[in-house]
């Protein structure tokens, strides 16, 4: 067989296997939906957006005692701070993945500073006349490329991918969960409180109105 022959065969061994992939491409599933929205305004169609930061969303109440709770809250949570720390470790494994797909080059250098004394012996039996001073420096390098021949590289990089977009859409979700929550509660509180003070008022005018048929009773105006 030829040497144009070889080369040829191999190039379609080649081409045949890097055609070969891991798996086929995503593709979402069909869900049955209504033609139309059938809600009547102000209800409309949701389009979630979870990985977007939401922001202060709570500074329209105009409260500042509110801001300062919901600030400790977002900085101090501890369910939070899970839901960052896997929202980094995503990151890091993304770019694992997608580096896999990019040669990688390996470098550094070496220097190294040597001095010999004279009258020193040498391999030829006689002693150095003089000092000598030596300079040493390597400067390696490593080239590595793996061909991603069977599509596994790639979907574990498309995996990583989607599940660093998974950890961010959860962590804004789990702030959302938390300033919500809180904000709930301290609207609670204050409705709770704004009872007990009505309830308040309202058994201080019985006291008056008590006080006021005793003394009448006592001047003997009153039964």
């Given at each position: 067989m030829s040497l144009t022959l070889r080369l040829c065969a191999a190039l379609a061994l080649v081409l045949c296997l890097t055609a070969c992939k891991v798996g086929p491409n995503y593709t979402r599933p069909g869900v049955p939906a209504p033609p139309a929205w059938k809600e009547q305004p102000p209800w409309r169609q949701a389009s979630p957006m979870d990985s977007l930061p939401k922001g202060t969303w709570w500074g329209i109440f105009g409260d500042s005692e509110l801001d300062q709770y919901e600030a400790k809250a977002?900085?101090?949570?501890?369910?939070?701070?899970?839901?960052?720390?896997?929202?980094?470790?995503?990151?890091?494994?993304?770019?694992?993945?997608?580096?896999?797909?990019?040669?990688?080059?390996?470098g550094g250098i070496t220097a190294q500073r040597s001095r010999t004394s004279a009258n020193t012996p040498t391999a030829s039996g006689l002693p150095l006349v003089s000092a000598v001073t030596n300079n040493n420096v390597v400067i390696p390098f490593n080239f590595t490329w793996e061909a991603d021949v069977f599509g596994g590289v790639r979907r574990n990089a498309e995996s990583a991918a989607a599940q660093y977009q998974a950890s961010a859409a959860n962590l804004e979700n789990v702030r959302l969960v938390i300033s919500s929550e809180l904000a709930a509660d301290y609207f609670s509180l204050r409705e709770l409180d704004a009872e007990i003070a009505v309830l308040q008022d309202a058994v201080q005018s019985q006291q008056k109105a008590l006080q006021l048929v005793e003394n009448r009773h006592s001047a003997g105006v009153a039964s």
């Open positions: 977002l900085g101090a949570n501890q369910t939070i701070e899970v839901a960052r720390t896997q929202l980094e470790q995503a990151r890091a494994s993304a770019r694992i993945g997608l580096s896999g797909l990019l040669p990688q080059l390996n």
